[in-house]
C-alpha cells in the first residue's frame, strides 16, 4: 500500500456557503497499480486528487482527514513538508499540456526542473536524463525536441513531455488527471499506452482520473466511481465494468454508445443532473436520479461489500433483485418511474417533438 | 527501456532557421522608422505654420522706436533672408530636400546650428528619461508584485491607492511640490539645471558620466546625481504608479496559469515560483506598456525640464515654440520622435527576446 486515503472532505467556500466537493472518501492505492477514479464533472474527483499533495489549498478551501503517504499524514502536512514530497514521490500530469507547461521555458528545461528541485545536481546531468525520459515516453529525436518550446510539438508530444517530468524522479504516486482529455482519439491510445507502460517499468502506482470508461476499461486495474463527493462503487475493472451494482455506475456503464450496436435516435443518459449546490439532503446522493429509489435510500448507505467478488464494494442499499433489474433496463427506465411530475413529462415531450422536427428538416435540405 | 516508434515531430524543430526569423522579423520593423518620422516631419511642418504669429515679427525689432513701416520693411526682409516668403509647398520641398541630406538648419536667432544645439541638449533629455524609466520600473515592478501577492490584504490596498495618487497628479504640480519642499523647505536638493553653474564643466560628449570617464574627473557624478534626482523621481512617479497598476493586474493573472500549479506540482519553493515562472511571464504586458509610456515620459520631459530650467530637448522645444524658430522646433521634434521610435523598436526586440512564441511575427 502506496498510498491510503481515510475518511477525506474537501469544502470550498463559495458565496452562498460550503461546497462538499469531497465529501468523506475513503480509497488505498497499492504498489503498481492502476486506480481509475471516474465521474462526471462536479463529482470531486479532481478536488480530491489535487488534495493529497495539497495544490489546491487556499485560504478557502478546507481539507480534512488522512491521505497516509510513508507514515505521513499529508492532509495535515506543513507547506515545507509537503512540497518535499510533491514532484519528488508524488507527481501529476495535468490535463491540458499547453497551459501547465510554461509557454516561455524549453521543454528539456522544465523536466529538469523537476529533478533539480529535489536533488543537488549538474545541469548538464539532468539535461542528459532529461532527454532520456523524453526518448522513453516516445518522443523521437528526444535530443532536439528538448530543445522546443511547448508550442512547437502537438498536442500528443505535450502530453508525453508531462508524463517525462511526472516519472522524472520515479515517484511512488503519479496521478494523472485526466491526460488524454484535450486528444484525439488515436492520439489518446498512444498517450495512454505509454502511461501504462511508465508506470509497468518504474513500479509507480497510478491514479488515473477520466471520465471516459474507454480509458478505464483500457489501463485501469481498480475502478472507484466517484458520485457528489463520495465513492459509490469500486473494485477491479472487470467487476465494475461487467457485474456493476450501484446503480448510477450501471447508467454510467448505459449511457456508452456501443461500437456495432444499432445507432439510438437519441443518446441513452442518465435523467437529471448531479447534486451541486452547497445544500445537499442526507441519504444516497444518487437517489434524487434513481428510478429505483425506495424509502431505505434517505439514510446514507455504506460503501461496503455486497455483492460480486470480494473487493468489489458499493454503496446502494438496494436488494440483488432490483439491480438486476436495473442492469436490464437501461440507463433511463422511464416505465418504472413512480411520482414523475405531469408538468416535467410534458415539457420534455415538448422539447423531444420539437428536436425532432429541427432534426426531420435537417435531413431533407 | 523501451521507445514507441510512433511519434513524430509535428514540425521539426530547426535551431538555426529560429534564428533567421528572428533576425529578418527585427529587419522589417527597422523599415517602418524612416515613414514614421517622415509623416511627423510633415506634421510638425504644417503644426508650425498654422501657429499664430511668425519669427521674422520678433527678428524685425518690436518694441524699439522703429516706425510701423520700417519694422514692415524688416519683416519682409527678414522673411526673405530666411526663405519665409516662398509659397508653403516650395517652403516644404526644400525642407525634405534638406532632411533627406541631414541638412537641418540653423536657428532663425543666433545662427546656431540645429544639429549643435540638439548635441547639446539631447544628452540631458536622454540622462532625465533613462534615469526616470529606471527609477519607475524597479518602484513599479516592486509594488505591483508586491500587491498582487498580496491580494486583498491593506498592503494592496495602501499601495493601489498611492499608485492611483501618484499617477493622478500632473508633472508640473509634482514638479513645483518637489521644488518648495526638498529645494527650498528643506535644502536638501538643488532645484536647477544639470551640474552647478560653480563647476566647470567642458563637456565632451555631454554625457556626465561619461566625460566623468574620459576627463577623469569623478567629482562630477555626486552633483550630477545631485541635480537629477528630484526632476527624474518627478518625471517616473507617474509612470510608476502606472506600472505599479499593470504589474498587479499582470502578475495576478499568471498566478491563475495552469503552469504556475506545474510549478507547485514539481515542489518548487514559492520564490522560485513566483521568479521563474510568474515574473518571466509577467515581462511581457509589461514591456509593452514601458514602451508606449516611454512616449508620455517625454511628453513629461519637456515640462519637467522647462519647470527644473533642465538644459535639455524638452526645453529646447518649448524655446523654439515661443519664438517660432521653425528649424529649432522641427529639429527637436524629429529628435524626441526618434528617441521613441528607437525605445520602442528595443522595446520590440526584447519582446522577441522575452516570448520567443513571436519570433517568427
Not at chain 1, 474507454?214 to 466511481?225: L, N
Not at chain 2, 498654422?50 to 510701423?68: H, K, Q, R
Not at chain 2, 550630477?224 to 512617479?237: C, M, R
Request: charged residues 20%; glycine residues 10%.
Amino acid at each position: 500500500m502506496v498510498l491510503e486515503i481515510r475518511g477525506l472532505r474537501v469544502g470550498f467556500d463559495v458565496p452562498s456557503g460550503r461546497l462538499p466537493a469531497v465529501a468523506g472518501v475513503d480509497l488505498t492505492l497499492r504498489r503498481g497499480e492502476t486506480l481509475a477514479l471516474v465521474g462526471e464533472s462536479g463529482s470531486g474527483k479532481s478536488a480530491l486528487a489535487m488534495s493529497l499533495v495539497g495544490l489546491n489549498r487556499d485560504p478557502r478551501t478546507h481539507i480534512s482527514g488522512e491521505v497516509t503517504f510513508g507514515g505521513r499524514n499529508l492532509a495535515e502536512a506543513s507547506e515545507r513538508e509537503l512540497r518535499s514530497v510533491r514532484g519528488k514521490d508524488i507527481a501529476v500530469v495535468f490535463q491540458d499540456a499547453l497551459a501547465a507547461l510554461n509557454p516561455l521555458h524549453r521543454v528539456g528545461a522544465q523536466v529538469t526542473e523537476m529533478m533539480r528541485a529535489h536533488r543537488r545536481m549538474p545541469y548538464g546531468t539532468a539535461m542528459d536524463r532529461a532527454v532520456e525520459l523524453l526518448g522513453e515516453v516516445g518522443i523521437a529525436n528526444p535530443r532536439a525536441s528538448a530543445r522546443a518550446l511547448p508550442h512547437q510539438l502537438s498536442g500528443g508530444m505535450r502530453q508525453r513531455v508531462m508524463i517525462a517530468m511526472g516519472l522524472a524522479n520515479d515517484p511512488a504516486v503519479l496521478i494523472a488527471d485526466e491526460p488524454t482529455t484535450a486528444l484525439d482519439v488515436t492520439i489518446q491510445a498512444q498517450v495512454l499506452s505509454v502511461l501504462r507502460r511508465a508506470s509497468a517499468d518504474h513500479g509507480t502506482a497510478v491514479l488515473l482520473i477520466t471520465h471516459d470508461l474507454g480509458v478505464v476499461a483500457e489501463v485501469a486495474d481498480r475502478v472507484a466511481v466517484m458520485y457528489a463527493g463520495r465513492i459509490v462503487e469500486q473494485g477491479s475493472r472487470d467487476e465494475v465494468l461487467f457485474n456493476p451494482q450501484h446503480p448510477y455506475t450501471i447508467g454510467l456503464l448505459g449511457s456508452v454508445p456501443p461500437i456495432d450496436g444499432p445507432v439510438a435516435d437519441r443518446l441513452p443518459a442518465i435523467p437529471g443532473s448531479p447534486l451541486t449546490g452547497v445544500d445537499r439532503p442526507g441519504g444516497c446522493a444518487f437517489a434524487g436520479r434513481c428510478a429505483f429509489a425506495e424509502d431505505a435510500c434517505t439514510e446514507q448507505p455504506e460503501l461496503r461489500h455486497r455483492h460480486g467478488e470480494p473487493g468489489h464494494l458499493d454503496a446502494c442499499v438496494l436488494p440483488d433483485s432490483v439491480r438486476r433489474q436495473a442492469r436490464g433496463a437501461g440507463p433511463d427506465p422511464q416505465p418504472e418511474r413512480p411520482e414523475r411530475p405531469e408538468q416535467l413529462e410534458q415539457l420534455e415531450q415538448a422539447a423531444g417533438t420539437e428536436r425532432d422536427l429541427v432534426r426531420n428538416e435537417k435531413g431533407r435540405s | 527501456m523501451s521507445t514507441l516508434p510512433l511519434p513524430r515531430l509535428r514540425r521539426p524543430h530547426r535551431p538555426r532557421s529560429e534564428r533567421a526569423d528572428t533576425l529578418w522579423a527585427m529587419f522589417r520593423r527597422l523599415l517602418g522608422i524612416p515613414v514614421v518620422l517622415f509623416a511627423l516631419a510633415t506634421l510638425v511642418f504644417i503644426a508650425m505654420r498654422l501657429l499664430p504669429g511668425s519669427p521674422t515679427a520678433s527678428l524685425a525689432g518690436g518694441g524699439t522706436n522703429l516706425t510701423a513701416a520700417e519694422i514692415a520693411r524688416n519683416q519682409a526682409r527678414a522673411g526673405e533672408a530666411l526663405g519665409l516668403d516662398q509659397p508653403l509647398l516650395t517652403q516644404y520641398g526644400t525642407y525634405l530636400d534638406n532632411l533627406v541630406h541631414l541638412r537641418f538648419g540653423e536657428s532663425f536667432f543666433g545662427s546656431n546650428s540645429v544639429l549643435g544645439l540638439l548635441g547639446d541638449a539631447l544628452p540631458g533629455t536622454i540622462e532625465l528619461t533613462l534615469a526616470a524609466m529606471t527609477i519607475a520600473v524597479l518602484l513599479g515592478v516592486v509594488t505591483g508584485v508586491i500587491a498582487a501577492l498580496r491580494k486583498g490584504t491593506w498592503i494592496d490596498t495602501a499601495t493601489r491607492a498611492v499608485a492611483t495618487v501618484s499617477f493622478s497628479l500632473p508633472w508640473f504640480a509634482l514638479g513645483v511640490i518637489a521644488i518648495v519642499v526638498f529645494g527650498v523647505w528643506l535644502r536638501w536638493l538643488p532645484v536647477l539645471g544639470r551640474l552647478p553653474s560653480s563647476l566647470d564643466y567642458r563637456p565632451t560628449t555631454n554625457f556626465v558620466v561619461i566625460d566623468a570617464m574620459l576627463q577623469n574627473r569623478p567629482e562630477l557624478i555626486g552633483p550630477w546625481i545631485q541635480h537629477l534626482i528630484l526632476p527624474a523621481t518627478t518625471l517616473a512617479l507617474s509612470m510608476a504608479g502606472y506600472i505599479t497598476r499593470i504589474v498587479r493586474a499582470s502578475v495576478l493573472d499568471v498566478l491563475g496559469d495552469d503552469f504556475v500549479r506545474t510549478a507547485r506540482m514539481k515542489g518548487l519553493g514559492e520564490s522560485a515560483v513566483i521568479r521563474r515562472h510568474v515574473l518571466r511571464n509577467s515581462w511581457l504586458p509589461i514591456v509593452t506598456v514601458l514602451g508606449l509610456q516611454f512616449g508620455s515620459l517625454l511628453g513629461g520631459s519637456v515640462i519637467t525640464e522647462t519647470v527644473f530650467s533642465y538644459g535639455g530637448v524638452g526645453r529646447l522645444l518649448v524655446q523654439g515654440v515661443l519664438q517660432r524658430d521653425y528649424p529649432v522646433v522641427q529639429g527637436a521634434a524629429l529628435a524626441i520622435a526618434l528617441l521613441f521610435v528607437l525605445v520602442n523598436y528595443a522595446v520590440d526586440v526584447l519582446y522577441m527576446i522575452l516570448d520567443p512564441r513571436i519570433r517568427k511575427g
